[in-house]
């Protein structure tokens, strides 16, 4: 597995326990620890997106670069560049 492949991997895996510690909190709303867990797996995607779209490109139009551009169909598009 390259690396491009690893990080978009660990990326998933930190959202999903985000929605799943969402859906917790939804019904625990006061759970101290469900929360400081919350946030580490939030912190933690932001970091490894960030790693991601410094390497790869925008994941996401949530993430774009160029605030003062639109980059989104820049040749290659994001699913197209090579690793």
């Not at 929605?19 to 932001?46: Q, V, W």
């Not at 490894?48 to 779209?53: A, F, N």
Request: aromatic share 14%.
């Amino acid at each position: 597995m390259d690396e491009r492949q690893k990080l978009l991997e660990q990326i998933m895996a930190y959202d999903f326990c985000m929605i799943d510690l969402g859906l917790f909190l939804d019904t625990h709303p006061s759970d101290t620890n469900a929360l400081k867990d919350y946030r580490m797996c939030y912190e933690e995607s932001e970091k490894l997106r960030k790693v991601y779209e410094e390497k790869y490109g925008p994941l996401s139009l949530r993430h774009m670069p160029n605030p003062n551009c639109w980059q989104w169909i820049d040749s290659p598009w994001p699913w197209e560049r090579e690793a």
